[in-house]
């Protein structure tokens, strides 16, 4: 689980903003990646996922971006609210092995 | 919908007691993960299932052992709990064979060994 991390463990947004997260991984092999969030007292849900013949792929308000070149993976989140206050982990999968996790971002949205 | 359902959602064990933490599924998915969190770890997999009485190990599976009799339940076990075994416990379960795509997560059971 390692291989799967964030550049930052919390972040701070002011309500209304948009959020970027960021997510790194090591494994150049990785071919399926997933965003989760997970809210206080709740299992992770899933938000969005990508698969690396894509550099980009939206959602309602989100968007995620694969960059293969440098392994990046970022989730932006536009016009936050109060209600994506949660930990978001990425989540990468390559080959007949199961997902590895990132250690999570914790998103603070201030009224 | 897809429901993961964990048999508790809080317990209190004391050390060396025998745990059995339960996890059941009901959309036919194949495979189910057993999962540890712990603040600034992230998710560690313990044990997955790809089918009815297989197991693998995954990254932490020392001191715990799994059972999958049913398709649908898929349990943990700690045979001598320990204190470091307090944690969160998160199980989940996926459709594709060979572990592939998402999981769907249950609620979690906070468990604290005293």
């Known amino acids: 689980g390692e291989s799967v991390g964030l550049h930052l463990p919390t972040l701070s947004v002011q309500e209304g903003d948009n959020s970027i997260i960021n997510c790194a991984y090591s494994?150049?092999?990785?071919?399926?990646f997933i965003w989760y969030k997970q809210e206080s007292g709740k299992g992770p849900q899933f938000i969005i996922d990508i698969r690396s013949n894509m550099d980009k792929r939206q959602g309602q308000r989100v968007t995620v971006l694969l960059n293969k070149t440098v392994k990046h993976l970022s989730l932006q989140i536009a016009a936050t609210q109060p209600g994506d206050s949660a930990v978001y982990f990425c989540?990468?999968?390559?080959?007949?092995?199961?997902?590895?996790f990132g250690k999570g971002t914790r998103l603070s949205v201030i009224a | 919908d897809v429901k993961v359902t964990q048999s508790s959602r809080y317990l209190v064990k004391r050390t060396g007691e025998k745990v059995f933490l339960e996890c059941v599924q009901d959309?036919?998915?194949?495979?189910m993960f057993w999962y540890r969190q712990d603040p600034g770890l992230g998710l560690r997999l313990i044990y997955f299932?790809?089918?009815?009485?297989?197991?693998e190990k995954g990254d932490i599976p020392e001191g715990y052992s799994v059972s999958r009799e049913k398709k649908e339940r898929f349990s943990l076990i700690l045979e001598s709990a320990s204190t470091n075994q307090t944690s969160m416990y998160l199980c989940a379960s996926s459709r594709w064979v060979g572990g592939e795509g998402e999981q769907f997560f249950g609620p979690g059971t906070r468990l604290t060994v005293l």
């Open positions: 959309m036919d998915h194949e495979n």
């Open positions: 299932s790809y089918d009815v009485k297989m197991k």
């Open positions: 989540a990468e999968e390559g080959g007949n092995t199961p997902l590895v």
């Open positions: 494994n150049s092999a990785s071919d399926y």
